[in-house]
């Protein structure tokens, strides 16, 4: 492939938004290749090209995607997946060796993201606003009797995504069964107030946020928001814009973020592209085009609210039909 602007989705799995609102800013510049373990990822036949690869846990599979990157001349590599940003932020130098950029954050950064506890740590350090949250099951019990907590609250993985075992709780007997079952466990105060999500744009080129869509979530199912609403509230983009100046993250990252009794609690960061973030493209927040523009060289202007209120995004089942997978393999 001779175009200069070809970009690699890692992980596409049924993100088949992501794949067409690129090839729609490439618009014939460069092509989209999309990569998964499964023929049946629905978003691989979204692409201009598609490569069915091993699970990323698999040895040989890091050099897979160098070689795919290399023999494609991938101007840019993206994940969709969590864990794989460790992968691809531990092993950036291979990248950039052969010309290819990823889309990611340090390492350190992703690691602190993937660590809830960790992430909890930064934000008091920092004097964030954020959910309160415990490994010590005792200092928890202690804070109990003090009133500084109150049940319910979750008991989640330390590590975790996709609301995978997360449990509501009311008693310290169900804390102390979870704890007795599960490694690796954090208490999590019950945030009783609107969960927001913010998707932010972090020039990879000037290091600054040059882009944050906050949507109000009306609806949410398996960790993903099914409905949402779009708002602006410059309270919110300044704490955003703080927090992100603190941390050193690049590229599309996504927050989520609670409001209790009028005030702002940042909760966790996913460092990559949300479930949510079609909404964000819909309403004209064209991340993929910031990308492009990263890619070529080029900052991107400050565009942090520049959106309409008021825009709902309601997600619906779609279906994508393949009549013979082999005639699909390459």
């Known amino acids: 492939m001779s175009n200069d602007l070809n970009i690699l989705i890692l992980s596409c799995g049924t ?74 932020a531990e092993h950036k130098q291979a990248f950039l060796d052969i010309g290819t950029i990823p889309i990611v954050s340090d390492f350190d950064v992703i690691e602190t993201c993937f660590d809830k506890h960790k992430m909890f740590d930064f934000l008091v350090r920092n004097e964030f606003p954020t959910v ?6 005792e200092k928890f019990y202690n804070d109990v009797e003090a009133s500084v907590i109150n049940y319910p609250v979750f008991v989640k993985p330390v590590k975790g995504s996709a609301s995978i075992n997360i449990s509501k709780v009311t008693s310290k007997e169900e804390i102390e069964l979870l704890f007795s079952r599960f490694d690796n466990l954090m208490i999590q105060e019950f945030m009783d107030g609107t969960e927001y999500g913010a998707d932010v744009y972090i020039d990879m080129i000037s290091n600054e946020p040059v882009s944050i869509f906050i949507k109000e979530k009306i609806k949410m199912r398996a960790g993903e928001t099914d409905k949402s609403v779009s708002i602006k509230d410059e309270q919110l983009f300044e704490l955003i814009t703080n927090f992100v100046n603190k941390t050193a993250f690049k590229g599309i990252i996504d927050i989520d973020i609670f409001k209790v009794n009028g005030e702002y609690y940042i909760s966790e960061v996913n460092p990559r592209f949300g479930g949510g973030y079609p909404h964000a493209y819909e309403s004209g927040i064209n991340v993929p085009k910031m990308i492009i523009n990263n890619m070529i060289g ?14 709902y995004m309601m997600k619906f089942n ?7 997978l082999s005639e699909n393999q390459l």
Do not use: W
């Not at 795919?68 to 840019?76: M, S, V, Y």
């Not at 309160?132 to 099951?137: C, T």
């Not at 080029?298 to 825009?311: A, F, H, L, M």
């Open 15 to 88: 993100r088949n938004k992501i794949v067409q609102y690129f090839k729609k800013e490439l618009n014939g510049r460069g092509h989209v290749i999309t990569t998964d373990c499964s023929d049946l990822a629905p978003a691989l036949y979204e692409a201009d090209k598609h490569f069915i690869v091993p699970r990323m846990d698999e040895e040989g599979y890091l050099n897979i995607i160098l070689t795919i990157c290399k023999e494609n001349n991938i101007r840019a590599v993206l994940s969709l997946i969590d864990p794989e940003l460790s992968l691809l």
């Open 132 to 137: 309160k949250s415990y490994i010590d099951k």
């Open 298 to 311: 080029k900052i991107n202007d400050y565009t942090i609210g520049y959106y309409p209120e008021g825009i």
């Open 318 to 324: 779609e279906l994508k039909i393949i009549r013979d």
